[in-house]
Structure formats: structure tokens, C-alpha cells
């Protein structure tokens, strides 16, 4: 690799590594408040959806198949890399289709995110997974954009930077919503 190539490598890792930082301090910062406004009373318990179940299934695949992408286009299998590509991203989008399933049987059992008939518990629930479906959808736009590129055969085994980065940020989602998933299971 030549020496600009190994400078935009690491300098796009950096940037990449500073805004999951980022996102991960206002993570850190809502579920701290979460569980100081639990203990503060008037807080209302219920289950999970069901669709959070199966959604966080998705998301765990999801990562399998990016990883597998990733392992592919290092043994130079660019026709293997697209299909994992495509594989993560239609799981990705299932993900998110079930994000908004759970919102509605949220919503259909009386939890709403504001207003009158809101609780906190809801108010942080929705909060928290919108957050990280916005990400997502971050994640989903990177998603079609290196596998479109893979598609048009721009990565290689020597030169895989868009799937390198992807792949770290698809693989910090899915550990996001593992852990926003525990959280609200055991964090009452």
C-alpha cells in the first residue's frame, strides 16, 4: 500500500472511531438518566414487545453476514462480499421494520412517548430506540452505498477501506442495541 493510501486509511478510522465515541457518550449520558428518573417514582413496568426479541436476532445476524462480507473481500471473493453486503443490508432493513412493529404494539398496549397518557418508562423506551434507529439508518445508507461500489467490482483485497468501515460500524450498532436491549430488559 502506498503511503497516501495508508494516511486516508487511518485518518477515516479516526473519524470514524471519534463519532462512535460520540454516540456512545449520548448513550451513556440517556441510559444514566434513565435510571435516575426510574428511581424517582411513577414509573411504569411492562414487557417487552416481542419484535425487540426478534429484532435483536436480525441485528446478530446482520453482524454474521458483515463479518462474513469482510472475510471475503480479504480472500479477494468480490461476487461472495456483494452477496453478504446484500444479505446485511435486507437484514438491516428487516431490523428496522420491526423496530417500528414493536413501536406499535407499544403504542396499542397504551405506551406513548408524549402527552397525556405518557409514562417516563415509555417517554425513555422510544427514546432510545429511535436514537439508535437513526444511526441505523446511518448505517443502512453506508450499507447501500459500499455495496453498490462492491457491485461495480471498486474493492479488492488490497483495497477494501469502505467495507473495513462499514463493517466497524455495523459491528458497534449491533453491540449498541445488545446492550440498549439488555439494559431495558434488566434495568426496571
Do not use: C
Not at 157 to 179: K, P, Q, R, T
Amino acid at each position: 500500500m502506498n503511503e497516501n493510501f495508508e494516511l486516508k486509511r487511518k485518518s477515516l478510522k479516526n473519524i470514524l472511531w471519534l463519532g462512535i465515541f460520540s454516540i456512545i457518550m449520548v448513550f451513556s449520558g440517556l441510559t444514566s438518566a434513565y435510571i435516575i428518573r426510574a428511581k424517582g417514582g411513577n414509573w411504569l413496568h411492562f414487557q417487552l414487545p416481542d419484535m425487540f426479541y426478534v429484532s435483536t436476532i436480525v441485528i446478530l445476524l446482520s453482524s454474521a453476514t458483515m463479518y462474513l462480507a469482510q472475510k471475503n473481500i480479504q480472500k479477494n471473493n468480490t461476487v461472495s462480499t456483494t452477496k453478504y453486503l446484500l444479505i446485511t443490508l435486507l437484514l438491516g432493513i428487516l431490523f428496522s421494520v420491526f423496530q417500528f412493529l414493536a413501536w406499535k404494539e407499544l403504542y396499542q398496549n397504551g405506551i406513548v412517548y408524549a402527552g397525556k397518557y405518557s409514562n417516563p418508562a415509555g417517554s425513555f423506551l422510544y427514546l432510545l430506540t429511535f436514537l439508535h434507529l437513526v444511526h441505523l439508518v446511518g448505517g443502512i445508507i453506508g450499507l447501500i452505498i459500499t455495496t453498490i461500489k462492491s457491485i461495480l467490482k471498486r474493492y479488492s483485497a488490497e483495497n477494501y477501506l469502505g467495507i473495513e468501515l462499514i463493517s466497524i460500524y455495523w459491528h458497534f450498532l449491533d453491540a449498541l442495541w445488545v446492550f440498549l436491549f439488555l439494559f431495558l430488559i434488566f434495568i426496571r
